[in-house]
C-alpha cells in the first residue's frame, strides 16, 4: 500500500452544509492531488498541491478549495455543498525527485471518499 | 473532443483470452502514459507507465503506444477472472498531473 489514508471513508450530507475531505500520506511525497470519479466521466483533477501551503487548480476546481499546512495533510473542502458534487473522491500522491518534478514519478491512490449530497 | 478517449465496454471475455485494450489521445505535446487498475470500490492501482513509441512488457501484460496514430493498449495475456476490473489510461502532463480516459470495464468469465 502507498500510504495514503482517506477520511471519512462514506459521507453523506444535505445541501448547503460544507464538507471536508481529509487526506493523510505517510510517504513524505512532495505532491497531492484530489480527483473526482463519476460515470460517463472517469477521473477528473479538481487541485493539487506541490508543497506545504502551494496550490493550484485542476479541471474541475468550481466549488472546491484545498489547504496543505503539513506536508502530510491535503483537505479538501465544499463550503456550500451541492447535489451535482455528489461522487467518490480520491487523494493522490506523487514522489518527486527535486524541482520540478521529474515526469517518471507515478502516482498512487487512497481507497476514496464516497459523498453523497441531498 | 476529450483528450484521452477510452471505449467504457462492458468487455466481457472467457478466461484463458488475449485482452486489447485501447485508448486514444488528441494532445501530442507530453507522451508519457500510464495504465491503471480498478477495483470496485477500490482505488486506482498502476500496472504501468511507459514514455516512448513501442512495447513494454511486465509479465502478462504488455503496453504499447502508436505515436503517429495516437493510439495506446494493453494486452492481457492468458486472462484469469481476478483480472476482472476497470482499466484507466491516463496521459500524464510535465506538472505530474494526468488526464484519464473514461475507464473500460473487463470481466473475465471462469
Known amino acids: 500500500d502507498a500510504g495514503i489514508t482517506q477520511s471519512p471513508r462514506h459521507k453523506v450530507t444535505e445541501t448547503g452544509t460544507p464538507v471536508t475531505l481529509r487526506c493523510h500520506q505517510t510517504e513524505n511525497h512532495r505532491y497531492m492531488y484530489w480527483y473526482r470519479q463519476d460515470p460517463g466521466h472517469g477521473l477528473r483533477l479538481i487541485h493539487y498541491s506541490y508543497g506545504v501551503k502551494d496550490t493550484d487548480k485542476g479541471e474541475v476546481s468550481d466549488g472546491y478549495s484545498v489547504s496543505r499546512s503539513k506536508t502530510e495533510d491535503f483537505l479538501l473542502t465544499l463550503e456550500s455543498a451541492t447535489s451535482s458534487q455528489t461522487s467518490v473522491y480520491f487523494c493522490?500522491?506523487?514522489?518527486?525527485?527535486?524541482?520540478?518534478?521529474?515526469?517518471?514519478?507515478?502516482?498512487?491512490f487512497g481507497d476514496g471518499t464516497r459523498l453523497s449530497i441531498l | 473532443q476529450k483528450e484521452v478517449e477510452q471505449d467504457p465496454g462492458p468487455l466481457s471475455v472467457p478466461e484463458g483470452a488475449i485482452v486489447s485494450l485501447n485508448c486514444t489521445y488528441s494532445n501530442s505535446a507530453f507522451q508519457y502514459f500510464m495504465w491503471y487498475r480498478q477495483y470496485s470500490r477500490k482505488g486506482p492501482e498502476l500496472l504501468m507507465y511507459t514514455y516512448s513509441s513501442g512495447n513494454k512488457e511486465d509479465g502478462r501484460f504488455t503496453a504499447q503506444v502508436d505515436k503517429s496514430s495516437k493510439y495506446i493498449s494493453l494486452f492481457i495475456r492468458d486472462s484469469q477472472p481476478s483480472d476482472s476490473a476497470t482499466y484507466l489510461c491516463?496521459?500524464?502532463?510535465?506538472?505530474?498531473?494526468?488526464?484519464f480516459g473514461q475507464g473500460t470495464t473487463l470481466q473475465v468469465k471462469p
Open positions: 491516463a496521459r500524464r502532463e510535465g506538472t505530474g498531473k494526468l488526464i
Open positions: 493522490a500522491i506523487s514522489e518527486s525527485m527535486g524541482f520540478p518534478q521529474l515526469p517518471n514519478q507515478p502516482q498512487h
